[in-house]
């Protein structure tokens, strides 16, 4: 028995594996006794007699159990489940996986019925294969039962184990999903029992025949295992603004998360919570500010949104990235209303909190410019339908000269100017700060210069990193991670250890630097190469979230190109996200380190990123299977294998029609390089056995045909040569041969799934 039963339910419900208990049923178990005793005859002699030989057969002992993979303790209902989803939309799926135990000595057909008490109807569940537990259904059609072996005790892999995985999907119909329902399921296992009255008669499946089992022995619906799902319930109140087109919150301020992807991207940034994902409605700001009155065209280049907060005289403009080092420009649009009762003109400028004008700027009256030479912002104001610069006015009838560009408002009116921002481009990776102007505007009708009313324009910009993890805020590229691993063996999950797998993974960060919460696409392969065709073989990148958990793909066709593009949760400023990049690397893999290319790119901010630097250290894996054979005529090519190596046509591993004195005895000796590397230095050898002389030995091709040049033999402990050894050797001497094509009397390489065949002849004596 491989583990105790206590150990193997522990370790069952720890790794999601069977817990399988005793011998296969139908084994036979046989016993015989035997006696010692002094021989009466001979006194210090032992004589032993032995008994008859007693037969037991194994009887079935079924059991069976569906379980969380992963580990998470069942035999909960829809309301106690921790396995939770939330914020879920319309048509959504959501993907549980599930691990089929057989803890028993049978094999058993377990049937696979969803448990949906407690959930809202109008969903759908299905259950589908995941033979090697990714995550992803192994194909398109839903299964109703499974069927599963029991464990063999004596090999050290757990055959008692089906890995399956349910998908929920949500109703589309509004009458059916409301941000009050709740869905969600179970699976509920169950056999039906085949065995006959005595199982020795009718084993069957171990259990009554007619009989309906469920999980665990238990009664029905005691042990399950739910995933709940509730549905995102947005929180909205739709007020009037001076633009109706213009997204405030209740109370007025301005929504502070754009959300703007392709129309094609089936996830979308939510611009109401942190951390999130899958928000099928977020709130995407309006394209620039445009008051009543002013043009329609789009006052801002570029289409950066702003979004105002009126009633706290504030705008926000939250432009994306750009490819380019020039200098970025936003433009905001400004009112100016007069209820004095008589018209003024009034002068515009940068101020300080205090309304006087901001001494960092420098104002150049011929061109109506304001320089920060410390910032590098450049301020300018428009005229909202010329687009030409407003200056300083030049009435000499007024007793107040206008220093700065001034506008005229007449009373009860509103007039429209747009200010332009000019400001340096920033580092799209660097933490960056916003960017904020004030301005005043001055009466020119009082003492003085400084400000009756200002109002705020302030610009977001975009930053990030993306690389690998570090212990602080931020991502690095070097040095390069390297990852080893075992092209033969399992996949594992974001806990895979270095080298004893197939899976390498690498904690990546992707740090949001900017000034506005975004979601990022990620995606990457590696190319590595298979080491029988030697022909490159693309692995895409799985992105996992801390928790272990696959995140959202960007689409949920196999088919599409956005299938291998995961979306990572919204990340605030000034915050970072740790995903696992994770690379199922095949079996076959040749040896050798292979570069992961990695791809980063903000969802609203399209800042794009790249990491190079990941290696993926592919370890040697294999062996070298070798087999004889002895010439048989009427023998069938393939018909006898051994190790894995086929007998070629009119050759037997099983022994030949025998030999008289002085007839040939020939061999063929065929070795295969099983590794997923080549083999260097490889020869063959024999033995001449005994009773036999040595006659000949020699290299053949892949047709059978002698291989005549670039060959290289050795006798015993002796030194290669190109001179084959003189018939005759009798036993025990040891035959070597080998290729040698550049010859330098050293064998050559063998490379990988590659055979080197031998035929040896010897004569009976």
Do not use: C
Not at 421 to 442: E, K, N, Q, R
């Amino acid at each position: 028995m491989k583990k105790s039963h206590l150990l193997a339910l522990m370790v069952s419900l720890a790794a999601g594996t069977a817990a399988a208990e005793g011998t296969v049923a139908g084994t036979t178990i046989e016993n015989t006794a035997s006696a010692s005793f002094q021989d009466p005859a001979n006194a210090g002699t032992t004589l032993t007699s032995n008994s008859n030989t007693v037969s037991t057969t194994v009887l079935p002992l079924p059991g069976f159990d569906i379980v969380y993979t992963g580990g998470t303790a069942d035999g909960n209902d829809i309301t106690s489940t921790p396995i939770l989803t939330t914020g879920a939309v319309p048509g959504q799926k959501v993907t549980t996986q599930y691990s089929v135990l057989n803890n028993g000595n049978v094999t058993l057909t377990v049937n696979l019925a969803a448990d949906t008490t407690g959930a809202a109807s109008g969903q759908t569940v299905q259950y589908f294969l995941d033979a090697n537990g990714d995550g992803v259904a192994d194909s398109s059609t839903p299964i109703t039962s499974v069927i599963v072996p029991v464990d063999d005790p004596s090999t050290p892999a757990d055959e008692g184990i089906v890995k399956i995985i349910q998908v929920v999907t949500l109703p589309t119909d509004p009458a059916l999903i409301t941000p009050s329902s709740v869905f969600g399921a179970s699976p509920e296992g169950t056999v039906t029992g085949t065995a006959g009255a005595d199982p020795l008669v009718t084993p069957g499946n171990g259990y009554a025949s007619g009989t309906t089992v469920y999980e665990d022995g238990k009664a029905v619906n005691t042990d399950l295992q739910f995933v709940r799902i509730t549905v995102f319930a947005p929180a909205l109140d739709n007020n009037p603004n001076v633009d109706p087109t213009t997204p405030v919150d209740s109370a007025g301020n301005p929504i502070t998360d754009p959300a703007l992807v392709p129309p094609s991207q089936t996830v979308q940034i939510p611009t109401e919570a942190v951390g999130t994902t899958g928000d099928a409605t977020p709130v995407v700001p309006t394209t620039g500010y445009i008051t009543p009155g002013a043009p329609t065209s789009d006052p801002t280049p570029g289409g950066t949104p702003i979004v105002p907060n009126v009633a706290g005289d504030i705008q926000i403009a939250y432009p994306k990235a750009d490819a380019n080092t020039n200098p970025d420009t936003v433009v905001f649009s400004n009112n100016l209303t007069n209820t004095s009762g008589a018209t003024d003109k009034v002068q515009l400028y940068p101020t300080l909190a205090d309304g006087t004008p901001d001494p960092a700027y420098t104002y150049d009256p011929a061109t109506g410019t304001f320089t920060n030479a410390t910032t590098g912002v450049v301020i300018r104001f428009l005229d909202p339908v010329t687009g030409n610069p407003i200056l300083a006015s030049t009435d000499p009838s007024n007793p107040t000269a206008a220093v700065y560009p001034t506008v005229t408002v007449p009373s009860g009116s509103t007039v429209v100017y747009r200010t332009e921002v000019t400001y340096p481009d920033p580092d799209d990776s660097a933490v960056i700060t916003p960017v904020t102007v004030v301005i005043g505007a001055d009466s020119l009708k009082d003492a003085g210069i400084k400000s009756d009313s200002s109002t705020t324009n302030t610009i977001l910009p975009p930053s990030a990193q993306f690389g690998d993890a570090t212990g602080t805020l931020g991502a690095v590229s070097t040095p390069a991670p390297i990852q080893t691993v075992n092209p033969g063996g399992t996949q594992s999950g974001v806990a895979s250890p270095d080298l004893s797998d197939a899976t390498a993974v690498f904690q990546m960060d992707v740090v949001n630097n900017g000034q506005y919460n975004d979601s990022y696409t990620l995606s990457g392969s590696v190319t590595l190469t298979d080491a029988a065709t030697g022909n490159p073989v693309v692995v895409p990148v799985l992105y996992y979230a801390p928790d272990g958990s696959l995140l959202p793909r960007l689409s949920n066709d196999p088919l599409s190109p956005d299938y291998n593009k995961f979306i990572t949760p919204v990340i605030a400023p000034g915050t970072e996200y740790k995903p696992y990049a994770v690379v199922q690397v095949p079996v076959g893999t040749l040896t050798g380190d292979y570069t992961v290319t990695q791809n980063a790119v903000g969802n609203y901010s399209t800042i794009p990123m790249t990491d190079t630097n990941d290696v993926i250290r592919v370890a040697p894996d294999g062996n070298v299977a070798v087999a004889k054979f002895v010439a048989k005529s009427g023998v069938t090519a393939a018909s006898n294998p051994v190790n894995g190596i086929d007998n070629p046509a009119n050759f037997t591993a099983t022994g030949a029609t025998g030999a008289k004195p002085g007839d040939d005895i020939t061999y063929r000796i065929i070795a295969k390089n099983n590794y997923n590397t080549t083999i260097s230095n490889f020869f063959l050898s024999d033995t001449v056995p005994a009773n036999t002389l040595f006659k000949s030995i020699q290299l053949l091709d892949a047709s059978g045909t002698v291989i005549s040049t670039n060959v290289i033999y050795k006798v015993g402990s002796g030194a290669w040569g190109a001179t084959a050894p003189a018939a005759g050797l009798a036993n025990p001497s040891v035959i070597y041969i080998a290729l040698d094509a550049n010859g330098d009397n050293v064998p050559d390489a063998l490379a990988p799934t590659t055979t080197l065949t031998a035929e040896f002849v010897v004569t009976v004596k």
